[in-house]
Each structure stands twice: as C-alpha cells, then as structure tokens.
C-alpha cells in the first residue's frame, strides 16, 4: 500500500468515527447542561466550595466564578510545584524555580500546556496527577462552560441569565470529561501505554548503553491532555513517545480524542438554540477549514520536493516511521487547529509551507473546530462579524439567532478579535530587538538565515496566545525572558477573551428575540457557511500576512 493511499484511509476511518460519535455526544452534552438535577457526587462537590448549584448568574458573576476558579488554580499548581523536593513520590527532583513554576502553572490553568522543561527530568508523580492532570480536567470544562454560557445567551429572552459556573464546571467534568477519559485510558492501556507509579530505572539502548527512565500515570494523563486539548506530554518527546503513543491505532485514536467533542458540540449549540441546523452550518464550517488544512499539509509534505527529501522519499525527518506522513500530518493539523498543542512529530522538521500552515491553523483562533469549548464561542464571535459584515453589504440591521448585532455587541466581537494579534505581533516584536530573547534561536546559525529563528519565536508566541502549546522547536524558551511572557500571554490570551465572550453572552440575553421576516439572512445555508469561512480567512490573513511574510513564506520560496 503507498504511504499516499494509507494517509487518505486513515483519514476517511477518522472522519468516519466523528460522523459516528457526533449526534449521541452532542445529544448527550445538551442533555448534561440543561439537567435539572444534581447527582451525588455532584452535591458533595458544591458542599466542599460552599457553591449554591442552582443559583442563576448574570455574566458578571459568571466571569467572577471563572476567574476567582482559575487564579485559585493558577495558585495551587505554582505552589505545588515550589515544594516538589520535599514531597513524597518526587523521584528526587528538585522543587521548580520561581519563573518556570509561574510559567507552568499559567499553561496548565489556561488550558495550555505549554512546556519549558522535559516531564521526565523535572516533574514527579505528586506534580504531575495531582497537579498537571487535574488541570488538564477543569481547565476543558471551563471552556466548555463558558461556550455554554454565550449559547445560552442566544437563547435566553430579557433574563439577562446565563447559567451557573459552579453547575457547568462540574457537570462538565463529572458528566462529559471522567466517563470519556476512563474508557479511553483503557484503550491506550490495552494498546502498549505506560500507566504506573514506577521510579527511575537504567534501561538498555540499541546502540549500546543507558539510559534512564521512569513510568508514570501515562495512560490516564495522555487521554484527558488529548480529550480536553490541553496538549503537552508526560514526557519530552510527547506523542511521539511509545510510552505515550504506542503505535499507528493510538495514534489515530488520540486525533479523534482532539477533535470528538469541539465537533460534537456543534450539535450541543443547535439543540440549545432549538435549531439543528443552525449547528449543521457551524459543523460545515469547521469541516470545510480542516479537511481543507489537511489535505494541503498532506500534499505539501507528500511532495517532497529537494534532493535531500526525494532521497527519502518523503519529509520524513523528524517524525516517526511508526505512523508515517500521513498520520504526522492528520495530527499536525489536529492539534494545530484546536488548542490541543500535543505533537507526535518534530514540527520544526516540517516543510517551511508545512510550518507555514500549523502556524496560520493558530493564527485562525483554533476555531475550526477548535478547543473543547473555545472553539465553539471563538466561531460564534466569528459567526457575527459575517453576520454584521453581510449586514453592511445589504443595509440592514444585522441579526443572528433572533437577537440584533448591535453597537455594543460588535464592539465587544472586535475586542475579542484584536486582544490575540496584538499578544502575539507585540511579543515577537519586543523579542526580535532583545539580545538575550535573540540568543535563544539555537539553531538560526547553522540554517544561515533568520527566517526559520524568527518563525521558531513567532510559533512559541502564537502557542502561547492562543493556548495552543506545542513548539516549533530549536527555541530556547527555558529562559526568564520567554517563561515570563510567554506565561503572560498565556493567561491574557485564555482570559481577557472569556470577559468579552461573557460580557457578549450578558448583552445578547438581556434582549427579545426578533422574528424572522423575508430579509432576515438564513445563517443555516450553505451560503451562510461560505460566508463565515470566507470572513475567517479574510480576517487572518490580513492580520499575520505580513508575520507570516517573514517566517515560514520567506524560508520556502528562498
């Protein structure tokens, strides 16, 4: 079988399991979020932190829930880490220093996952369950709670009610993330994945000597990073670490892990707003942008072009044979387009258009489908700039679900807009004029050029803004310069967006819906989807062109 014929079946295989899971999950996702009854489990959560589940919130004590949840999160996990030496199951690792606690603790609570260390030389087993694992849960679930909470504002009528934090972040968790995590750890687990609490131990190498290595909660870990699109690794080398991700099955199994619930709640959406179809016109939208991006990685790193790739016969340097072009490339663009930031290959070992294309998948917002929750409000922001946009074209009041895109409504859309492009262009920038910043490109000698340096800082910043997480590779970001502000643009990234998207959620249920008239734009047809797929890349390209000019382009036509 041609490695061209095997990438394209493990894709249809992919596509084929997310059609399958789509209508139940979704189905079930709408069900957990519109319960009126609290399990068990559930009330003994809101009597540990004191939280009246059944209090109906307006979007700013919403955003207070969040941000109070968050900080406290943020806290716990730096703190955690600052005592790691004197804790049991550390295996004798050092407590982290000041300006990397801080950077990992922000990365984790935003969602993140972004790394400046490898896992297993710095973190224990107390640290890395108790801690990064933890967060790796209730960081998805408040991204789901706050996309629920800007669809409930669609449907709400003159309520100005959006729900309430405490209810949607443990029911998310309790009800959606743990049943899924625990049947996906079994799978890993029953396919080769490490699940122990082990200590370090020599291990024999092929070419001759050791080297030393330690288990872990793998299994458990690796699911819930892939399922709530946390990303980063348990160990340095990530996904593509057999103990991670043992062979081609898994590997297609942790991409569909990435990609089931942003899709599926799509279908969440049209059942809340009691219009499947308006989710349909989402779901198409989202779909069109990643089969799109995937199929021109594929082909830009089928390609091969240069005697150094022909010679291999393919772009094969830097991923594993075990799962190959295809499956590197599927994954690529997996977690490149939502903000899982996992990686099962060396992304700076891509071809430069193929660096080109997983940068401008972060640049979108990761909105297609996106994070577990974040997608979903990032494409409804979007939603209503076309909306608006088309409501320019034919001069009428913009409407989306009923309710008026306003004056304050499109203000608050701008600002969600604008806060991630100004973190990432403004950071680089800064970067770019910092010797020490500079200094951190380790492999911009030996290239001969700058552009490839600068995509690697122009990538880390991206990451981090847009709660990604991976890396390019070859940067240096274990420094005080880039764990303080890649950390600061992690938080602001994950948060100042959420206080607009509530703040819109606040605006949009505070009005009556409108009834539909003959001039009323159908958002659920196809017409609508081109639209909104045409204002996103519109949108990015005429922000990061110029970035983009410099970096990955300027490599690949040089």
């Not at 690794?233 to 942790?254: Q, R, V």
């Not at 990686?343 to 430069?352: E, G, L, N, R």
């Not at 100042?496 to 998207?501: I, T």
Request: contains cysteine; glycine residues 12%.
């Amino acid at each position: 079988m041609s490695p061209v014929l095997a990438g394209v079946l493990q894709l249809t295989a992919l596509i084929a399991a997310l059609a399958l899971a789509y209508r139940p999950l979704g189905d079930h996702m709408a069900a957990v979020y519109t319960s009126p009854e609290h399990l068990s489990i559930e009330k003994a959560v809101y009597r540990c932190i004191g939280a009246d589940a059944d209090t109906r919130m307006r979007w700013p004590a919403y955003l207070r829930g969040v941000l109070a949840f968050s900080a406290a999160g943020v806290l716990f996990l730096y703190l955690l880490q600052r005592v790691q030496g004197g804790m049991p199951l550390s295996l004798g690792f050092a407590s982290i220093s000041p300006a990397q606690a801080f950077n990992t603790a922000a990365s984790f609570v935003a969602n993140t996952n972004w790394q400046s260390y490898s896992g297993e030389q710095a973190m224990g087993h107390v640290v890395q369950t108790a801690g990064l694992a933890v967060q790796n849960f209730v960081s998805a679930a408040t991204g789901m709670a706050v996309a629920i909470a800007l669809v409930r504002g669609f449907a709400a009528s003159r309520t100005g009610e959006l729900g309430n934090f405490w209810a949607d972040l443990v029911r998310g968790t309790v009800r959606v993330l743990v049943p899924i995590a625990v049947i996906g750890a079994l799978v890993l687990v029953a396919c080769g994945a490490v699940q122990n609490f082990s200590g370090i131990h020599e291990v024999g190498q092929f070419v001759g000597g050791s080297q030393q290595t330690n288990g872990g909660a793998v299994a458990s870990q690796e699911v819930i990073k892939e399922l709530g699109t946390n990303g980063g690794g348990y160990f340095n080398a990530n996904s593509a670490h057999p103990f991670e991700n043992p062979d081609a099955f898994t590997n297609l199994f942790e991409v569909f892990l990435i990609l089931v619930i942003p899709f599926a709640l799509t279908r969440t959406f049209g059942k809340l707003v009691g219009n499947v179809r308006q989710g349909y016109a989402i779901l198409a939208a989202t779909g069109v942008i990643w089969l799109g991006f995937t199929a021109l990685m594929m082909w830009t790193e089928f390609a091969h072009g240069g005697p150094a790739l022909q010679a291999a016969g393919a772009a094969m340097e830097g991923k594993e044979t075990r799962f190959g072009i295809g499956g590197s490339s599927i994954f690529s663009v997996a977690t490149t387009l939502t903000s899982t930031g996992a990686v099962d290959s060396f992304h700076s070992s891509f071809t430069a258009f193929g660096g080109g294309i997983q940068l401008l998948g972060m640049m979108l917002g990761e909105i297609a489908p996106g994070g577990v929750g974040s997608g979903l409000y990032g494409m409804l922001v979007m939603a209503m700039i076309a909306v608006f946009i088309a409501g320019l074209m034919v001069g009428r009041t913009p409407e989306y679900l009923g309710k008026k895109i306003g004056t304050r409504e499109i203000k608050l859309a701008a600002c969600y807009l604008l806060i991630t492009p100004t973190l990432v262009l403004g950071f680089t920038a800064v970067s770019m004029v910092l010797p020490d910043a500079l200094d951190s490109m380790l492999n911009t000698k030996a290239l001969g050029a700058g552009s490839h340096g600068f995509s690697e800082v122009l990538y880390a910043f991206t990451s981090g803004a847009n709660n990604n997480g991976s890396a390019f590779g070859g940067l240096n970001a274990n420094t005080p310069w880039y764990n303080t502000t890649i950390g600061l643009a992690m938080l602001l990234g994950r948060f100042l967006p959420m206080v607009f998207v509530l703040a819109l959620a606040g605006s949009l249920a505070e009005q009556k819906p409108v009834p539909e008239t003959a001039g009323t734009l159908r958002t659920e047809k196809p017409l609508f989807t081109g639209l909104l797929v045409g204002t996103i890349l519109i949108i990015t390209g005429l922000t990061y062109f110029p970035a983009l000019a410099l970096g990955p382009l300027a490599e690949g036509l040089s």
